[in-house]
């Protein structure tokens, strides 16, 4: 099903997504949790994209929320989809006048009872996500500083209103990186002494790496500012028994060196947006370790 709402309001959205579900053939679909999205008419069919994808594993309700002018007379527009390929239900709500100062107002009754909430800014979002007015209905909240036009001030700004629950995309990124080098750590038997980080200054993914290496390791960390790519080119570990080396060799794969073996390919690409956001949803309790990350990066000091 796929219906649109003129001037509507919540109460006549959350009757016409039952209505969906009855036509469906499914009153009770087995969703996991609710997806907010805030965003803005230039990112929002990407957005709705990506979390049409992200249903497949993660069945759910899907809110897009677009904050139009706020001025003239309050109005809400929806559109309704139920079915239509998709495991789970996405609604857009688009809000003008002064219901975009009380957005969660509208959203609050369209939530699915006794489930997890997730909101997401796939834009540029709020410095203190979990003070915003959506941003109080969810357990998870995830900005995204690659999207914004100064990515690594903004990751500054915006670690000092870190509150448990909050991530950011930069640092989902980073996972695999984060696993590498652990792996790389486990298999040599010496310790860290300092280390060098390879990548274009304005990449906040590399900037976080440093953040966490350092962090974690109690070492300095060097950045060594290099615009050849968006990528972070390669990152090397001094250890007292030689050195661990992770060099990019193309934009899907990088060459792994550890003390004592032979040099191997492994993969390591630019994972999508969907992608980012499955492994983001299957963990919803608070990842500290992203907390700690970025209290360093703002004093270069541990919690």
């Known amino acids: 099903m796929d219906l649109t709402l003129e001037d509507t309001n919540a109460a006549s959205v959350a009757k016409a997504l039952t209505k969906g579900r ?17 965003t803005d008419d230039e990112n929002v069919a990407e957005a709705m994209k ?16 677009i904050l139009g002018d706020g001025r003239g007379k309050p109005r809400l527009n929806a559109r309704v989809r139920v079915g239509a390929g998709s495991p789970g239900e996405s609604v857009l709500l688009r809000m003008s ?51 914004t036009p100064a990515p690594v ?26 696993a590498l080098l652990a792996a790389a750590l486990d298999q040599t038997s010496g310790s860290a002494t300092g280390g060098r980080i390879l990548a ?33 080119q390669r990152v090397t570990l001094f250890t007292d028994v030689g050195d661990i080396d992770i060099r990019r060799t193309d934009e899907m794969a990088c060459e792994f060196s550890v003390p004592g073996s032979s ?32 209290q360093h990066l703002v004093t270069g000091k541990d919690r």
């Open 97 to 147: 006048g002064p219901l975009v100062k009380h957005a969660e107002s509208a959203v609050l009754p369209l939530l699915l009872p006794d489930s997890p909430v997730v909101v997401w800014w796939p834009g540029v979002g709020p410095l203190e996500p979990s003070l915003d007015p959506i941003g109080r209905l969810a357990r998870r909240r995830l900005t995204d500083s690659e999207r």
């Open 153 to 178: 001030q903004w990751l500054h700004k915006l670690a000092p209103g870190y509150d448990p629950g909050d991530t950011d995309l930069a640092w989902t990124r980073l996972t695999l990186w984060r």
């Open 200 to 232: 274009d200054d304005i990449n906040p993914v590399a900037v976080l790496l440093q953040a966490w290496l350092e962090c974690r390791l109690g070492v300095p960390i060097e950045f060594v500012d290099d615009d050849s790519g968006s990528q972070i």
């Open 263 to 294: 040099p191997r390919i492994v993969p390591i690409r630019r994972r999508t947006i969907p992608e980012l956001l499955a492994e983001d949803l299957r963990r919803l309790d608070a990842d500290e370790i992203y907390g700690e990350t970025l």
């Open 50 to 65: 990506a979390a049409n994808v992200l249903q497949h594993e993660h069945p759910s309700r899907v809110l897009g929320v």
């Open 22 to 38: 009855s036509l469906a053939g499914s009153p009770a679909m087995d969703m996991v949790l609710t997806f907010l999205i805030v």
